[in-house]
């Protein structure tokens, strides 16, 4: 079908990166599962190549694309291994803090790097004892002459233990009524005395995505490492959720996608009762009704991707793309596993892994629950 947003010049660029992926990627993807983690040589590579942050501004090394190229990088990622999303994070949702809310010196200082892969990213919101509910969260940092030093601790970030900057959410105003009005944003940079990283974490899915928790122990960063204004934090996360929910139901259209082609391949090649499995009629009720509801989640992602690239705001829109899609790809996930039979359930056909991958994907970025309870409050429920 056709999409409005995509012209050529993207179609060139994705066949670039499909083949930079088939060669750099695709070989290594299951020695970086059990390594549980991307290695920073392939980031220098798709740094090099123009596949990290190409949305940043030509100043600082970016290329100045469009939103339309972020769309092709997350899908063909995605369609290589759902475990690569850290990239997706790293380009479309951590580093737009800093080019939205940062000073020119902080982008001087981490954008170049965020385009290189000299520098990974990672954004530190949920907590042991805070995920969706952002105005729970206890980690605090309190000034201290021109400083900051914060204390608390993070879990479930992704890029968590590869990261070099993370953009870390704090109260700095811990009294703040309501308390949603004292959270702030600090960029702290690997290294930096009292910030440790906790083991990698160990997932059922998604393992080449290292996922870890990070520490803070009286963290003394400079007053220079605020991101925007003090108390603003939550506005400004707010502000960028609409993208990154967007990104999640992009790329659970792309897993959909993958999973059905692939196990379209399978039926026809497998055979039972001196038939492929394709000539069933429960093959082929079950495969079109997926390709069905497949292209109905397209054609909506693809509506508010345009409206996303005109400055609309589509935050109800975006809370139903992300749950629809999400749930989507998980029912996709289970029914073209269960085509693929006893074989589907065996580690080296890609289906048993794409099956746990998914399955975070109606938790992270607000929980699919979430989703409904923005979208009934928009209907003054």
Known sequence: MSRSYLKEE??????????????????FIEQWEKEKQIPRSFWKKAGEQGYL???????????????????????????????????????????PYIEAFGTEKQKQLWLPGAISGDLVSAIAMTEPGAGSDLAAIQTIAIKDGDDYIINGEKTFISNGHSADIAVVVCKTDPKANPPHKGISLFVVEDGTPGFSKGKKLQKIGQHANDTS???????????????????KGFYYLMEKLQQERLLVSI??????????????????????????????????????????????????????????IEGKDIVTEVSMAKWWTTDLSKKVAAECLQLHGGYGYMEEYEIARRYRDVAVSSIYAGTNEIMKMIIAKKMEL
């Open 10 to 27: 993207h179609e060139i660029f994705r066949s670039s990166l499909r083949k930079f992926l088939e060669k750099e990627a695709v070989p």
């Open 53 to 95: 942050c190409p949305q940043v501004d030509e100043a600082y090394g970016g290329l100045g694309a469009d939103f339309g190229y972020a769309v092709v990088i997350s899908e063909e990622f995605d369609r290589v291994s759902v475990g690569m999303v850290g990239f997706g994070l790293h380009n479309d949702i951590v580093i």
């Open 213 to 231: 928790e990070l520490i803070f122990e009286d963290v003394r960063v400079p007053g220079d490492n605020l991101l925007g204004q003090e108390g």
């Open 251 to 308: 790329q659970s259209m792309a897993s959909a996608e993958t999973m059905l082609s692939q196990t379209i391949n399978y039926v026809k090649q497998r055979k039972a009762f001196g038939q492929s499995i394709s000539q069933f009629q429960n093959t082929q009720f079950k495969l079109a009704e997926m390709q069905t509801e497949i292209e109905i989640g397209r054609t909506f992602v693809d509506r508010l991707i345009d409206d996303h």
